[in-house]
C-alpha cells in the first residue's frame, strides 16, 4: 500500500474564521490528489481534483473561492476552508493517485460554531 | 454523470456468515476498486482488479470483476465482528491520468452480531 497523512484530523473554528487541511503522500509522489466531503451516513463527495503546478478542477455545484486548492509539491495539496459558516460542518477527507489505486487520508472532521 | 449502484444498502448479520455485495453501473469501468471505511477515518483500499473477468482474493474477501465491465462484487467469507463498517466499490474508466478519478457507490453498512 501507500502512505498518505491528513492534518489535521478534527478541528473547531469559529464563524467567519479559515481553516486549513493538510494532505500528505508520505512515501510516493502524488501528482493529482482529490478532496472529498462526506456528510454522516453518506458516500464520498469529490469536491476537486488538485493539481501539482496547475490550479485545482473543482466539481460542478463547489465554490472555489470558499474551497481554496494549493498542490504547491508532488507530495502535498492543502485545502481552506474560507469565511467558514456552520454548514461547512463537514468530515473532509483528501485521497492521493499512485498508479492506477488512489490512497485515502485519514480524515479531517471540521465542525464550525 | 456516470453512476454506481450498490447493493445491499445494509446487512446484518451473525459472525460466521459469508457476506456479498456488487456494484453495477450504466458505464464500462477500466478499474474497480473495493474500500472499507471505519467511522471517523478514512476509506482503506481492500482490492483493486483491473481486468475483465478477474478474481482477486485478499484473505478472507474476494472481488470479482465482471466479465461486462460494468460491474464487480465483493465477499467477506466467516464474518468477524471487524469487518463492522461501510465497504464503498470505486469505478474508474481512465487508470491513469487527472481524469481518471473514481465514482464511488453509496456504500454497503455492514454489522455483525456476535
Known amino acids: 500500500g501507500a502512505v498518505v497523512s491528513q492534518h489535521p484530523s478534527w478541528v473547531i473554528c469559529k464563524s467567519g474564521t479559515s481553516v486549513k487541511i493538510e494532505c500528505r503522500s508520505l512515501d510516493f509522489q502524488a501528482t493529482t490528489m482529490f478532496w472529498y466531503r462526506q456528510f454522516p451516513k453518506q458516500s464520498l463527495m469529490l469536491m476537486a481534483t488538485?493539481?501539482?503546478?496547475?490550479?485545482?478542477?473543482?466539481e460542478q455545484g463547489v465554490e472555489k473561492d470558499k474551497f481554496l486548492i494549493n498542490h504547491a509539491s508532488l507530495t502535498l495539496s492543502t485545502l481552506t476552508v474560507t469565511s467558514a459558516h456552520p454548514e461547512d460542518s463537514s468530515f473532509y477527507i483528501c485521497?492521493?493517485?499512485?498508479?492506477?489505486?488512489?490512497?485515502f487520508g485519514q480524515g479531517t472532521r471540521l465542525t464550525v460554531v | 454523470g456516470q453512476q454506481l449502484n450498490q447493493s445491499p444498502q445494509s446487512m446484518f448479520i451473525q459472525e460466521g456468515e459469508d457476506v456479498s455485495m456488487n456494484c453495477t453501473s450504466s458505464?464500462?469501468?477500466?478499474?474497480w476498486l473495493w474500500y472499507k471505511q471505519d467511522p471517523g477515518e478514512g476509506p482503506v483500499l481492500l482490492i483493486a482488479?483491473?481486468?475483465?473477468?478477474e478474481l482477486t482474493s485478499n484473505g478472507r474477501l474476494t472481488a470479482q470483476f465482471g466479465i461486462t465491465r460494468k460491474d464487480s462484487f465483493l465477499n467477506i467469507s466467516a464474518s468477524i465482528p471487524s469487518d463492522v463498517g461501510i465497504y464503498f466499490c470505486?469505478?474508474?474508466?481512465?487508470?491513469?491520468?487527472?481524469?481518471?478519478?473514481?465514482?464511488f457507490g453509496k456504500g454497503t453498512k455492514l454489522s455483525v452480531k456476535p
Open positions: 470505486a469505478g474508474q474508466i481512465s487508470p491513469g491520468g487527472s481524469q481518471g478519478n473514481l465514482i
Open positions: 488538485s493539481n501539482e503546478g496547475s490550479k485545482a478542477t473543482y
Open positions: 485521497s492521493a493517485r499512485k498508479v492506477t489505486e488512489a490512497f
Open positions: 458505464s464500462i469501468f477500466n478499474t
Open positions: 482488479l483491473y481486468k475483465a473477468g
